[in-house]
C-alpha cells in the first residue's frame, strides 16, 4: 500500500484558526501566535514572539488568575485548565472562557510547552443578563400587589406558581407588609391555573409568613380543585379566614378595620331625613356631617 505524504504546514492550519491562540514555552514566553490572536488583542506577531505573556499589551494577560493557572499546568504536567477571566484589551472589557493544556514539543525545543487558547463569551454573557434581567421584570410585574385601604393589601395570584415565582411574591408582600404597615392581607385564588403539591406548599409558606408580621391572611376565590388538594396534603387552614369571592374578602378586611361599606343612595335617604327633621335656621336647613370611625384610631 503506497505511503501518502500530505505536504502542510501545520502553523498555516494553526493560523486559519477562528479563536486567538498563542504558544508558550516553559519560561512563560511566546513561541508563536495566530492571527485571530493578533486581531483580538490588537498585537503583531512580531511584537510578541519570544517576550513573556505578561508582558503582552501593556501587561493585559499579567493578572493573578492567569499566572496561578499558568503556574498549575506548569507543574501539573498534562492536565487541562479551563477558566473564565475578564481581559480588558484596547476596544475595551471583554470575557474569555481559556483553555490551556501541555502541548507536544515544537521543532528541536526540549522545553515545555504550552497551548493557551481564548473563546470569546462577552456577548453570550451579555445576552444571559439580558435574559436575566428580563425574567426578573416580568416576575415583579406578575405579582402585583395593591394597596386598596389603609392597612388592606391585596394579592391576586395568577397563572401558575413555581419555586422561583413564589419566593420572588413571598418577598415582595413581606416587604410591603413592611412598608404599609398591613393588617389585614387578601390573597385571592382566582386566577390560579394549575395546583399541585408544591403550589400549595408555597401558599401556606406565605401565609405563614404573613402571620409571623402580626398580619392576617384572607383566602378568597380558592377553587374546588384546589380546596380538595389542600384537604389531600392535610393542610390546615384553621388560622386563615376564607371568603368565596374577593368582593367578600374586601368586605371582611374592611369590617375588620372597623370601616363600613354601605350604598350611596342609602347615604342620601338618611340625609333628607336628617334634614327634614332638623330645625332650619334663616330659612336654610342645616347640612349633616357624616363620619365613618374606625375604632382602632384615636379620634
Do not use: C
Not at 108 to 135: G, H, M
Not at 174 to 193: F, P, Q, Y
Amino acid at each position: 500500500m503506497a505511503t501518502r505524504t500530505l505536504n502542510v504546514d501545520p502553523f498555516e492550519i494553526i493560523q486559519s484558526i477562528d479563536e486567538p491562540l498563542f504558544v508558550l514555552n516553559d519560561k512563560f514566553e511566546v513561541v508563536f501566535g495566530n492571527r485571530a490572536f493578533d486581531q483580538t488583542f490588537s498585537v503583531s506577531r512580531a511584537d510578541i514572539e519570544g517576550k513573556s505573556v505578561y508582558g503582552i499589551g501593556n501587561g493585559m494577560l499579567n493578572t493573578q488568575l492567569i499566572r496561578q493557572t499558568l503556574e498549575s499546568l506548569k507543574n501539573a504536567g498534562t492536565e487541562v485548565k479551563r477558566f473564565e477571566v475578564e481581559i480588558t484589551i484596547p476596544e475595551g472589557k471583554k470575557s474569555f472562557v481559556v483553555n490551556a493544556g501541555m502541548m507536544r514539543r515544537y521543532g528541536s525545543s526540549n522545553e515545555d510547552q504550552f497551548l493557551v487558547r481564548f473563546e470569546d463569551i462577552t456577548d453570550q454573557l451579555a445576552a444571559e443578563l439580558s435574559i436575566r434581567e428580563k425574567s426578573a421584570a416580568i416576575l415583579e410585574l406578575s405579582t402585583p400587589i395593591t394597596k386598596i385601604w389603609d392597612e388592606i393589601l391585596v394579592l391576586p395570584m395568577i397563572g401558575t406558581l413555581d419555586t422561583e415565582r413564589a419566593n420572588k411574591m413571598i418577598e415582595q408582600l413581606l416587604d410591603a407588609i413592611s412598608r404599609e404597615r398591613a393588617r389585614s392581607i387578601i390573597m385571592d385564588g382566582t386566577g390560579i391555573t394549575h395546583i399541585d403539591e408544591l403550589v400549595a406548599t408555597h401558599i401556606i409558606k406565605a401565609t405563614t409568613a404573613v402571620k409571623l408580621l402580626g398580619s392576617q391572611v384572607i383566602m378568597t376565590g380558592v377553587k374546588p380543585e384546589v380546596a380538595m388538594m389542600m384537604v389531600k396534603l392535610g393542610i390546615d387552614l384553621k388560622d386563615i379566614v376564607t371568603r368565596a369571592t374577593l368582593q367578600e374578602g374586601v368586605q371582611y378586611a374592611l369590617d375588620s378595620r372597623g370601616y363600613m361599606v354601605v350604598s350611596k343612595s342609602s347615604i342620601m335617604s338618611d340625609e333628607q331625613t336628617f334634614q327634614t327633621s332638623s330645625p332650619r335656621q334663616n330659612g336654610q336647613g342645616t347640612k349633616p356631617t357624616i363620619r365613618i370611625v374606625n375604632p382602632y384610631r384615636e379620634p
